[in-house]
Each structure stands twice: as C-alpha cells, then as structure tokens.
C-alpha cells in the first residue's frame, strides 16, 4: 500500500502543542508499519462528501484525518475532534478530470439570497457591475489550468482582484496562480499533459503530497517544514548548480523535474562563491518572480546578507528598470487609456466594430503578439477568437491599429513615449541596445540565472 502525507497534513501539525505533535507523530508510524493494525482507531465520517475519509485517534481528543483506499492511504489533517470532522466534511479528494492531478478540493456550501424589495428610491446612482475577470477565458483553458469543476463557478463570478486573492487560498496552487497571472495581464502557458499513471506522481500533485518509502522518510517529512522541501536540492543535481561552465548553459526537463530549484541554488552558488558579487534571479512573469522570492528567502534564511546580493525580477520589472536607468522612464498605457486611444482612433474610419471587438482583437492579437506590418496581421492564425475575418475586414481593422501603433511607437521609447504591458518586451531590447552602444564599463550584475527561459522572448 503506498503511504503518503499532504502538506495540510504536515501544516496542522505544527499548530499542536508538543506532547499533541507526540502522539501524532506515534500514531503516523504506527500507520506506516501496518495500517490494518487492529489497535489502529479507525472510524467512518458519515457526513463527509468524500466516503474515504476516515478519522483515526490519536488521543483523547486529537484525530488525524486520512483517506483509504485499497492501494493508498493519504494523512490529510489533523486537529481536535470537532475541528478535524468539520474540515473533513467539506472537502474530498479528487483526480482532475483534465490535469490528472491529485487535488483536495474544499466544498463550499450553496447560499440562495433571498433579496427583499425595497419601496424607498436611492438617491445614489447604481454603478455598473464591473465585468468579470476571467470572461475572456473558456471553461476549457480553465480546466487546463487546473481550476477544479466545482469551482469554475466561483471563478466565472470574481470580478474584483480582493475576491480573486480570498479565492485563491481555496485553490490548489497550480489554479491560484494561473488565475493571478491572468488577472495581471500575463498569459500563463497551458500544461502539458502528464503521461503518469498515478494521480500522486503527476508535477503538480507533488507540491502537496509526498510518497513516503520508509520511516525514515517520514521521520524526515514530519520534522522538517514542507516548505523546506519545495527547495530541496537532490543530491544527484548538485553537479549541475556547482559546475564551472564556459559560458551561457541551459538546464532542461520535464515539468516537476526540479528546474527551479536547481536555478534558486545556482544563483546561491554564484553569490556564495564570488562574495563581490551581484546575481540576477531572472524569470518571464511577476507572479513566477514573487514566488521565487519567496523560495529564495526560504532557502537562504539563515544567510540574509547573501540574500541581499541576489536580485529578483521578472523581464518587464527588469526592462524598465534599465531603461529608466539607461534612457528614461517609460510609462505604461492603463487598459483604460488604451481603450479611450482606440475607441478615438475608430471614430475617424467608417468601419464600423464593436468596442468589445476592438478591445479583444487588439488585446488578444495584435498587442499579445506584437504585430507591426500589414503582413504579419493578415498572416497571424488568430486562435482563440471564434469571428473568422475576410481579408478585407482585417485591412479595415489594420487601418484603425495601425494609426494606434503609431501613436505608441516602439522606437521612440528613449523619447519618453508610453508603451503597452504585452509590448513591454521592446523596453528590455531597447535598454539592451543601449547598453551595447554605449559600450558600459559600469555592470548592473555579475551573473545570470534565468528560470522558464523557453517561455522568453530572447
């Protein structure tokens, strides 16, 4: 039978006084040596969604919360009684029907308002319900994403980032950060599917549950913090963080095969071994870049001015730092601004599009691909936008984006010109360009290590 322990599991824990820790930690060995002990306390939660939870004692009033079956059992929670039954009644685990990943997926309960007419007119205007965040994304790039069925709902109903963020802690994490992405305006790369066979071996599963083989293991698993190990370097990836390599050199792998962490420990490394140094942790998104931050102070806790050399940011956070630096400040264009300059633009050609055509095609098309000629519009596949255009609507559409473009031009950036959040790449390339003609002596880092670099536009 495998073994296995979720990071809730692991988390509760450690809000237990010592001697309530103790007993737990006895009764979890005692379930890894032989779970059909007939000591074991094992009893049934009736009113639990998911019929394999069980409760198992381990004292007076703690219980610890596992879910059997006839090849697995999984420690979920722990707490005292009541507080472990009423975690476990709202929840169950569950495969992602298109991820394949295990997940443990809280329910929540279906409130029906009851709305009571009122007979007194306001004397405020009603705003305009703001639209939804993710309305733009199907139930099917969702799902990719990993946002389990049961909350694609909730997700559809969020039309203000606050709801987002207390949403997000309900989320496993995979989901919670392809929706923060979104909401910033990144775009976050669809998964590929995992060939594993077992839910519990799939990438993202393995950022909650570990397969425990021994007590030994799990001796390690409960005294050491999870988030330890979500920077743990195998000792068979050391030779790639320690190696002296002649120039530029690329890590690859499969999803889940450790490339961030071998990237966090090299960019120690580097600082480590060249005490003068400053390091470039480098990645293609800001929420890629807030995490890795926070796996950074993680690893190097105990060594904070080390921490201080290593720099974080993403490519634009990074572009426009060298650009105010090299050439100035650029500002970037809101959404609003940019709908305003379009919606102008538009009025002065007698094609007629919808607003929301307008906004999406050039959000979605042009700007995200960063389309300058004629050419390369009415080549570009346009995936994703379900209204197929005859040439001759796109050339209407390229008159109206092209004037646009104009007024937002990419090589006027060192004379202050504002720019666009997807078109923020060109900042980086023109900061670059700076850099090279200017022949610096002055070096903004002495090393680089950049994470999810098939994912940037280099």
């Keep these: 039978m495998q073994f296995l322990i979720a990071d809730s599991f692991t988390d509760s824990l450690s809000l237990l006084n010592d001697d309530e820790q103790k007993a737990v930690k006895t009764t979890a060995f005692d379930l890894q040596m032989n779970p059909a002990n007939p000591g074991m306390s094992f009893h049934r939660l009736d009113k639990a969604r998911d019929k394999n939870f069980w409760s198992v004692r381990a004292s007076a009033d703690i219980r610890i ?26 929840r169950k685990l569950e495969t992602h029907p298109t991820t394949g990943a295990a997940q443990i997926v809280e329910i929540r309960e279906t409130v029906k308002e009851i709305v009571i007419p009122s007979y007194v007119q306001s004397e405020e205007p009603k705003k305009a319900p703001a639209p939804p965040l993710f309305l733009a994304e199907s139930d099917e790039t969702l799902l ?16 203000e980032e606050d709801a ?32 594993e066979t077992s839910p519990f071996e799939h990438p993202d599963a393995k950022r909650r549950f570990r397969i425990v083989q021994n007590a030994d293991e799990l001796q390690q698993a409960l005294d050491y913090p999870w988030e330890k190990w979500t920077v743990f370097l195998h000792p068979g990836q050391r030779e790639w963080v320690e190696r002296n390599y002649n120039g530029p050199a690329r890590i690859t792998g499969s999803a889940g095969t450790g490339k961030t962490v071998i990237a966090l420990h090299r960019a120690a490394h580097l600082a480590r071994t060249q005490p003068e140094s400053r ?59 940019v709908n305003a300059r379009l919606q102008k633009v538009a009025a002065g050609f007698p094609a007629q599009f919808t607003p929301n055509f307008l906004r999406t ?18 080549d570009v596949a346009r995936l994703g936008r379900k209204t197929r255009l005859p040439e ?67």
Aim: proline share 4%; charged share 25%; net charge negative.
């Design 144 to 159: 990719n994403y990993g946002v389990p069925p049961e909350c694609l709902d909730d997700v559809r109903a969020l039309t």
């Design 361 to 378: 095609e050039w959000e979605q098309v042009v700007d995200a691909w960063q389309l300058g000629t004629w050419e390369s519009y009415r």
């Design 164 to 195: 987002l963020l207390t949403l997000a802690e309900r989320l496993p994490t995979e989901a919670a950060e392809a929706l923060l992405e979104l909401a910033t305006g990144g775009k976050p790369a669809i998964p590929e599917a995992a060939k």
């Design 279 to 337: 390091i470039l942790l480098a990645t293609f998104s800001e929420t890629l870049a807030s995490a890795l931050k926070t796996k950074l102070r993680r690893l190097l806790g105990a060594e904070p001015r080390l921490a201080e050399r290593i720099d974080v940011h993403s490519l634009n956070a990074l572009g426009l730092r060298l650009h105010k630096t090299l050439l100035g400040p650029v500002k970037i264009l809101t959404d609003a601004e």
């Design 392 to 458: 001759a609507r796109r050339m209407a559409l390229w008159q109206i984006f092209a004037v646009l473009r104009a007024l937002n031009p990419s090589a006027a950036l060192a004379r202050g010109h504002t720019i666009t959040m997807d078109g923020s790449g060109n900042i980086l390339r023109s900061a670059t360009d700076a850099i090279k003609s200017q022949e610096l002596t002055t070096r903004f880092h002495d090393g680089e290590v950049k994470s999810e670099v098939q994912k940037l536009p280099l």
């Design 65 to 90: 919360i596992v879910h059997k079956t006839s090849g697995s059992l999984l420690l979920c929670y722990v707490d005292h009684h009541d507080d472990a039954y009423s975690w476990a009644e709202r």
